[in-house]
């Protein structure tokens, strides 16, 4: 009874995780599929060294289930052949304006950002951004800065056209600024900073659910597209995979570097990192690189993609 105790908990997980059945508290939970995969050895080793055949057998089918879906994102995969210019995008979670203003443009600074997407903007940082040498930098933009955690904004070093703010209906309401972009050399490429509502309570799951199906999907027969920012989803959830599916790639993943945490933890709870901040690309779009950095103030972390688009037609 003690090896079956231990190694039905770690079946469930995995039933959820591959059916896709993230409802209620269960959509928390499944963000830390990564710790539970890894966690999984445990049940594995106790049942063998107890020689206990069924449960090892069920325990070992587990491990290579949870494994099998996050491993991958620590695996580098062969990019697409864009012969195009290589571009630098940074998105950024400014927590309510009160991220250190200075790391940030620090950062845009030292790794000659070209793009960068900003959620939670205020007027306030906005305005310190610009005071500390952003507007040199960046000097394109569409901004919609707003008082507490509602605004976005979006800055490029190349020219911006067809800009907008998009609403979002679930939960806070987070805005989304968008831009197409005008990189030399490579087709228009369409930048959104997004941020749907986050599942940090029952009530709001649902609008956690409608934000991320509203989000503007991929277009594989037409324009470029990119959606970077605070997505408040991990890989293991089901309605992030199905935006996945309409042409995307997370960069992340596609660089190996996608069990970097991004986020957590937050006002001082023992939460583990996890991975919520995202940088997808169309699939025609080479990603070269992804590194995750910290920004005081902020409880989380921005990441920076390194890509190379396809050349112009």
């Given at each position: 009874?003690?090896c079956?105790?231990?190694?039905?908990?770690?079946?469930?997980?995995?039933?959820?995780?591959?059916?896709?059945?993230?409802?209620?508290?269960?959509v928390?939970?499944?963000a830390?599929?990564?710790?539970?995969?890894?966690g999984?050895?445990?049940?594995?080793?106790?049942?063998?060294?107890?020689?206990?055949?069924?449960?090892?057998?069920?325990?070992?089918?587990?491990?290579?289930?949870?494994?099998?879906?996050?491993?991958?994102?620590?695996?580098?995969?062969?990019?697409?052949?864009?012969?195009?210019?290589a571009?630098?995008?940074?998105?950024?979670?400014?927590?309510?304006g009160?991220?250190?203003?200075?790391?940030?443009?620090d950062?845009?600074?030292?790794?000659?950002?070209?793009?960068l997407?900003?959620?939670?903007?205020?007027?306030?940082?906005?305005?310190?951004?610009?005071?500390?040498?952003?507007?040199?930098?960046?000097?394109?933009?569409?901004?919609?800065?707003?008082?507490?955690?509602?605004g976005?904004?979006?800055?490029?070093?190349?020219?911006?056209?067809?800009?907008?703010?998009?609403?979002?209906?679930?939960?806070?309401?987070?805005?989304?600024?968008?831009?197409?972009v005008a990189?030399?050399?490579?087709?228009?490429?369409?930048?959104?900073?997004?941020?749907?509502?986050?599942?940090?309570?029952?009530?709001?799951?649902?609008?956690?659910?409608?934000?991320?199906?509203?989000?503007p999907?991929?277009?594989?027969?037409?324009?470029?597209?990119?959606?970077?920012?605070?997505?408040?989803?991990?890989l293991?959830?089901?309605?992030?995979?199905?935006?996945?599916?309409?042409?995307?790639?997370?960069?992340?993943?596609?660089?190996?570097?996608?069990?970097?945490?991004?986020?957590g933890?937050?006002?001082?709870?023992?939460?583990?990192?996890v991975?919520?901040?995202?940088?997808?690309?169309?699939?025609?779009i080479?990603?070269?690189?992804?590194?995750?950095?910290?920004?005081?103030?902020?409880?989380?972390?921005?990441?920076?993609?390194?890509?190379?688009?396809?050349?112009?037609?």
């Open positions: 009874m003690v079956w105790a231990a190694v039905v908990p770690g079946v469930g997980w995995a039933v959820v995780r591959l059916l896709g059945l993230d409802r209620g508290p269960l928390q939970l499944l830390f599929t990564p710790y539970v995969a890894a999984s050895l445990l049940p594995l080793v106790l049942t063998v060294a107890l020689r206990r055949r069924w449960p090892a057998m069920v325990a070992a089918l587990t491990t290579v289930a949870l494994v099998a879906v996050v491993a991958p994102r620590a695996i580098d995969s062969a990019p697409p052949d864009a012969g195009g210019p571009i630098r995008l940074l998105t950024a979670n400014l927590l309510a009160t991220a250190d203003a200075r790391v940030l443009v950062l845009v600074r030292r790794h000659s950002v070209d793009v997407a900003a959620q939670e903007f205020t007027p306030e940082i906005g305005a310190e951004l610009d005071r500390l040498g952003l507007d040199t930098l960046l000097p394109h933009r569409e901004l919609h800065p707003a008082e507490g955690t509602l976005s904004g979006l800055y490029a070093r190349f020219p911006v056209s067809a800009g907008g703010v998009r609403h979002n209906r679930g939960g806070w309401g987070f805005d989304q600024a968008y831009a197409t990189v030399p050399g490579a087709p228009p490429v369409r930048v959104e900073s997004a941020h749907p509502a986050a599942p940090y309570a029952l009530d709001q799951v649902g609008h956690w659910r409608t934000d991320l199906a509203a989000q999907p991929a277009t594989p027969d037409g324009s470029l597209s990119i959606l970077a920012g605070d997505f408040n989803a991990t293991d959830h089901g309605p992030l995979r199905a935006l996945l599916d309409t042409g995307y790639v997370d960069a992340a993943d596609a660089a190996g570097a996608g069990l970097t945490g991004t986020w933890p937050y006002d001082g709870d023992p939460i583990p990192p991975t919520i901040d995202h940088v997808l690309v169309d699939r025609r080479a990603v070269r690189a992804v590194s995750v950095h910290p920004v005081r103030g902020s409880d989380h972390r921005a990441v920076l993609a390194v890509l190379r688009l396809p050349t112009s037609v």
